[in-house]
């Protein structure tokens, strides 16, 4: 893959080529970061579940909510691999980065959740939907 800065690596965009990078990627969080698997296996259980209702617009409401989520728990392993990666001893600084990643991604949990909540009581007729 070209690096864009450096002007090193191969030339063009390939689609299979990113899809790869996409899926390894993923493989990567799944294998060596708990927190990211446990979400991978409950949004997948999760969106079963609703895909298996019929319901459509429901499905893909939790879908975006989902990936939404995923994404986010992502970039913060990302942030926080990359400040382990750059300063080994602990610094208030890098502390402060991490805290900050980790409330992006419990912003986006908190919301995914409050969606699970609502599309599953709608669902299961405790109150009206659209």
Not at 25 to 50: E, I, P, Q
Not at 93 to 98: E, F, G, T, W
Not at 99 to 110: E, R, S, T, V
Request: proline share 3%.
């Amino acid at each position: 893959m070209r690096n864009k800065f450096l002007g090193t690596g191969e030339p063009g965009w390939h689609p299979v080529r990113k899809v790869r990078v996409v899926l390894s990627g993923l493989r990567f969080a799944v294998l060596y970061d708990g927190s990211v698997a446990w979400k991978v296996v409950v949004s997948t259980v999760v969106l079963a579940l609703f895909g298996a209702t019929g319901h459509w617009r429901d499905f893909l409401l939790m879908l975006v909510a989902t990936g939404q989520m995923l994404a986010a728990e992502l970039l913060n392993s990302a942030v926080e691999g990359v400040c382990d990666f750059l300063v080994s001893q602990e610094d208030r600084r890098i502390k402060a980065i991490k805290d900050m990643a980790a409330a992006a991604a419990g912003i986006a949990i908190l919301f995914w959740g409050l969606v699970l909540v609502w599309e599953a009581g709608r669902l299961v007729g405790a109150w009206p939907g659209p």
